[in-house]
């Protein structure tokens, strides 16, 4: 390991014994070198820790504590960390061979960008490939107007350089961290993707989206968070009504909200985002929030019994060819 290196990639593990010999190789097999790489074992009571034990690698720095969930232990290896840049692995995942050296030149040429991630293709719990993937925006206008309503960014792909945390803070909540850290970074700085497929994420029973039960209000909360600013005090409760329809979040809904209402909230937020963070409205794909709220707003008539049984059946229809269309 160099006496500085560039890179600290953050591993932490729990309970991952199953996977974690792969996501290990998968980092130390990188054709850029110049890393240092910190598991964090937070607290397994599985076989993680023998597996880890037995990779030998001088870049390796190993650490145990008790269980303390996962934004604090990323907190921790922040701390420990020697690099100028973060790298992060979750312990399920596998990073392709290329990751951080396509990462690393594209940080070099573009200064500015603080935060940096990657395209993603799923892998199934067995390590199989799916024909599925994370494709999301690549330049900074329209990855910040997503971050106002919800996370395009796939945590095991991002590289976030460390001078930016001076600004944003470290990790500050165990459930949906990452949504909450990259909200606070667009604030004040560049964020991209690469649409390359860097990452295979693995999709497990156990993801958070799975297992935690109030996953939709804790996204409904940072996503109010972030429009706030951009609405006056009396439409406040149409944004509550709009983000609820936008998370499918229904369960808090008052009232039937009209669709050309809302429609013109959306509308009025986004332009006022675009002027008070000097953006270019044809940069942040507006329409492709506004059609999305449509079929949201669809999908909330069906779902909520709003809509008869023939109108119903015609807009599961359309939604499914939606979402077809999405995924391909």
């Excluded at 990462?103 to 892998?123: D, R």
């Excluded at 910040?144 to 976030?160: A, E, G, Y």
């Amino acid at each position: 390991m160099n006496d500085q290196p560039l890179i600290s990639v953050l591993l932490p593990v729990y309970n991952a014994e199953n996977y974690i010999r792969a996501s290990i190789e998968s980092i130390l097999n990188q054709t850029y070198s110049n890393f240092e790489l910190i598991i964090l074992n937070d607290g397994s009571t599985d076989g993680s820790e023998v597996i880890i034990k037995e990779f030998k690698d001088k870049r390796i720095h190993y650490v145990f504590h008790q269980n303390r969930g996962l934004a604090k232990t990323l907190n921790v290896g922040i701390k420990l960390s020697n690099g100028s840049i973060f790298a992060r692995q979750d312990a399920d995942d596998i990073s392709l061979p290329r990751r951080f050296e396509e990462q690393i030149h594209f940080l070099n040429e573009h200064p500015t960008v603080m935060l940096l991630g990657t395209g993603a293709q799923i892998i199934d719990e067995k390590g199989n490939l799916q024909q599925a993937f994370h494709n999301h925006p690549t330049l900074s206008a329209e990855l910040k107007t997503d971050l106002l309503f919800n996370n395009p960014f796939v945590h095991s792909s991002v590289m976030i350089r460390k001078e930016v945390l001076n600004l944003s803070g470290n990790y500050t909540a165990d459930i949906f961290e990452d949504y909450t850290l990259w909200s606070a970074i667009a604030e004040t700085s560049e964020i991209r993707n690469l649409a390359d497929y860097l990452v295979h994420y693995r999709q497990v029973q156990s993801g958070i989206s799975q297992t935690t039960s109030d996953y939709k209000k804790v996204v409904f909360n940072q996503s109010l968070h972030n429009c706030l600013p951009y609405v006056e005090k009396e439409q406040e409760d149409d944004l509550k009504n709009l983000l609820r329809i936008h998370h499918s979040y229904y369960k808090w809904m008052t009232a039937h909200p009209s669709f050309h209402q809302l429609e013109s909230l959306l509308k009025q937020l986004l332009l006022d985002f675009s002027k008070k963070k000097n953006l270019d409205p044809a940069e942040m794909n507006i329409d492709k929030q506004l059609t999305f709220f449509k079929r949201s707003y669809y999908s909330y008539k069906i779902d909520s019994g709003i809509f008869p049984v023939p109108i119903k059946l015609f807009y599961k229809i359309k939604r499914k060819l939606y979402l077809r269309k999405l995924q391909s």
